[in-house]
């Protein structure tokens, strides 16, 4: 292997320089921009980015749904700087916090004419850095003058955004007894892209031929660990481990994919806009997400890496039980796992079902 940087490895700093408000150098055959994430962005890099003339602000088709400004591009829109626009003005676009009480931020003018490409890998670039979806890009008439900046530079050409899932290594595994499910193992995964670790919990011993019962729980702070009352999820994560014990074997695989998939910083920008009255996934919608930005190809990954190919899925989810079966997981039982329904969650857990086909 080359000691530079492969493509997932650039791909993997670009993200980082994006999460630290560092611009990022994106190419296209003739296309060049530098690109930025609004959130993270300084005074002064939004001056300097802006001082040219060209430097649009692209974000989702759901965030522009919001913004009543026109996505051209179908699942984007590429709104033009007005003249004098500020770094404060490019967060309010980015950020539905204040929406409600200024609702007048347009009208925007966004554009038709040429290639989305390099603004939608930037706004994917932004949401697996688990930012707010909109990007600062500033085209770059001459290419090669960013060359003497010292930027992470992705050529979407080589170093594109993948379709392909990570590769998952197993780094660690320790024997862990637990009060819920007694005996068990945490094995620790890394992905070879740079991205999130994942865990297993393995309970007992499972026959590898036989299918196992299986829990993928997606990471929720508040819920697993803070006992929320908002969700389900710490009721759901102690009765499958509970479950798994009782049956003495199965595994619970531990995915860090906070808040579906936008990060624990989203995930509390949607509570916040619940507060202002909208439902969970009217949240995710304002902000710029999809209802559910999970990549459940980790899990059958993962249950592939530890030698499973059938599980008794413990979910109330029918999305998950596809998915693992397009995977080619096979899913021989579904275990409903309803537990946790408060006053305070009935109208997410309806929401879920009304919107996001949950069973009840
Ligand atoms: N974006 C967002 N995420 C939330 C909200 N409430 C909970 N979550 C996240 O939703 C995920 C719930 O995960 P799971 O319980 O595995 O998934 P599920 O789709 O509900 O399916 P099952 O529990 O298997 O029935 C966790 O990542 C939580 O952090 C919310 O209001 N907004
Ligand atoms: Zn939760």
């Given at each position: 292997m080359p000691l530079s940087p492969s493509p997932a490895e650039r791909r993997a700093r670009a993200r980082a320089d994006l999460r630290m408000g560092v611009p990022v150098h994106l190419r296209l055959g003739e296309q060049a921009a530098l690109v930025a994430a609004v959130e993270s962005l300084s005074p002064e890099r939004f001056a300097q980015l802006t001082a040219s003339p060209g430097a649009v602000l692209a974000v989702t088709a759901r965030r522009a749904e919001t913004l009543k400004a026109r996505p051209y591009d179908g699942d984007l829109a590429r709104i033009a700087l007005p003249r004098g626009a500020t770094l404060a003005w490019a967060q309010s676009v980015a950020d539905p916090a204040d929406d409600l009480a200024e609702p007048m931020k347009g009208p925007f003018r966004t554009e038709r004419e040429g290639s989305a490409a390099l603004h939608r890998a930037a706004i994917a670039l932004a949401k697996q850095a688990r930012l707010l979806p909109a990007v600062l890009l500033c085209p770059l008439p001459d290419p090669g003058s960013a060359d003497a900046l010292d930027l992470t530079t992705l050529d979407l050409a080589t170093d594109g955004l993948p379709a392909d899932a990570a590769n998952f290594q197993q780094v660690v595994s320790a024997r862990l007894p637990m009060a819920l499910s007694g005996a068990g193992h945490l094995h620790v995964f890394r992905p070879d892209d740079g991205g999130e670790e994942h865990y297993a919990v393995e309970i007992g011993h499972p026959d590898r031929a036989k299918p196992v019962l299986a829990r993928l729980h997606s990471a929720c702070f508040t819920g697993d660990l803070l006992g929320s009352l908002k969700c389900d999820c710490g009721p759901q994560l102690h009765a499958a481990l509970a479950a798994m014990g009782e049956e003495g074997a199965g595994v619970l695989l531990y995915l860090n994919q906070e808040g579906r998939g936008i990060g624990l910083a989203n995930k509390m920008r949607a509570y916040s806009l619940q507060d202002q009255g909208f439902d969970t996934v009217e949240a995710n919608h304002r902000l710029g997400f999809e209802d559910d930005e999970r990549d459940f190809r980790i899990g059958a990954a993962l249950l592939r890496e530890m030698g499973f190919s059938s599980v008794r899925l413990m979910t109330n989810n029918p999305a998950k039980i596809s998915m693992m079966q397009a995977q080619g997981?096979?899913?021989?039982e579904r275990v409903p796992l309803k537990v946790g329904h408060t006053e305070e969650n009935a109208a997410y857990l309806a929401t879920k079902a009304a919107k996001s086909g949950h069973l009840l």
């Amino acid at each position: 292997m080359p000691l530079s940087p492969s493509p997932a490895e650039r791909r993997a700093r670009a993200r980082a320089d994006l999460r630290m408000g560092v611009p990022v150098h994106l190419r296209l055959g003739e296309q060049a921009a530098l690109v930025a994430a609004v959130e993270s962005l300084s005074p002064e890099r939004f001056a300097q980015l802006t001082a040219s003339p060209g430097a649009v602000l692209a974000v989702t088709a759901r965030r522009a749904e919001t913004l009543k400004a026109r996505p051209y591009d179908g699942d984007l829109a590429r709104i033009a700087l007005p003249r004098g626009a500020t770094l404060a003005w490019a967060q309010s676009v980015a950020d539905p916090a204040d929406d409600l009480a200024e609702p007048m931020k347009g009208p925007f003018r966004t554009e038709r004419e040429g290639s989305a490409a390099l603004h939608r890998a930037a706004i994917a670039l932004a949401k697996q850095a688990r930012l707010l979806p909109a990007v600062l890009l500033c085209p770059l008439p001459d290419p090669g003058s960013a060359d003497a900046l010292d930027l992470t530079t992705l050529d979407l050409a080589t170093d594109g955004l993948p379709a392909d899932a990570a590769n998952f290594q197993q780094v660690v595994s320790a024997r862990l007894p637990m009060a819920l499910s007694g005996a068990g193992h945490l094995h620790v995964f890394r992905p070879d892209d740079g991205g999130e670790e994942h865990y297993a919990v393995e309970i007992g011993h499972p026959d590898r031929a036989k299918p196992v019962l299986a829990r993928l729980h997606s990471a929720c702070f508040t819920g697993d660990l803070l006992g929320s009352l908002k969700c389900d999820c710490g009721p759901q994560l102690h009765a499958a481990l509970a479950a798994m014990g009782e049956e003495g074997a199965g595994v619970l695989l531990y995915l860090n994919q906070e808040g579906r998939g936008i990060g624990l910083a989203n995930k509390m920008r949607a509570y916040s806009l619940q507060d202002q009255g909208f439902d969970t996934v009217e949240a995710n919608h304002r902000l710029g997400f999809e209802d559910d930005e999970r990549d459940f190809r980790i899990g059958a990954a993962l249950l592939r890496e530890m030698g499973f190919s059938s599980v008794r899925l413990m979910t109330n989810n029918p999305a998950k039980i596809s998915m693992m079966q397009a995977q080619g997981i096979d899913v021989t039982e579904r275990v409903p796992l309803k537990v946790g329904h408060t006053e305070e969650n009935a109208a997410y857990l309806a929401t879920k079902a009304a919107k996001s086909g949950h069973l009840l």
